[in-house]
Nanobody, 121 residues
Framework: QVQVMESGGGSVQAGGSLRLSCAASGSFSSIDVQAWYRQYPGSQREFVATIHSSGTTDYAESVKGRFTISRDNANKNQVFLQMNSLMAADTAVYYC??????????????WGQGTQVTVSS
């Protein structure tokens, strides 16, 4: 069984910062990709940022230069999303997705339960 847990959400004023954490645990061989998505009420989840096992990162245009995704070097199953210069438009539920691979080469995506980020203007 694989679990993905997010933490670090909360409320902040516009211009402030928050740091989200995501940890994947369970019986898997490796994690190929970890990513952050967000969802506004009544909308589908949208891509925010991703980091590959190689360390390559990618960002949505709306967060480039403000958000940074990184991985814990000591625990590569944990990733962070540093969010700076937050705007009201960043208010959403943020989800972490871990794309894991098992010993029999099966691959599967697992999602966390989400963490609320609220930015007040």
């Amino acid at each position: 069984q694989v679990q993905v847990m997010e933490s670090g959400g909360g409320s902040v004023q516009a211009g402030g910062s928050l740091r989200l954490s995501c940890a994947a645990s369970g019986s898997f061989s490796s994690i190929d990709v970890q990513a952050w998505y967000r969802q506004y009420p009544g909308s589908q989840r949208e891509f925010v940022a991703t980091i590959h096992s190689s360390g390559t990162t990618d960002y949505a245009e709306s967060v480039k230069g403000r958000f940074t995704i990184s991985r814990d070097n000591a625990n590569k199953n944990q990733v962070f999303l540093q969010m700076n210069s937050l705007m009201a438009a960043d208010t959403a539920v943020y989800y972490c997705k871990s794309s894991v691979k098992f010993s029999d080469w099966r691959a599967h995506d697992y999602w966390g339960q989400g963490t609320q980020v609220t930015v007040s203007s």
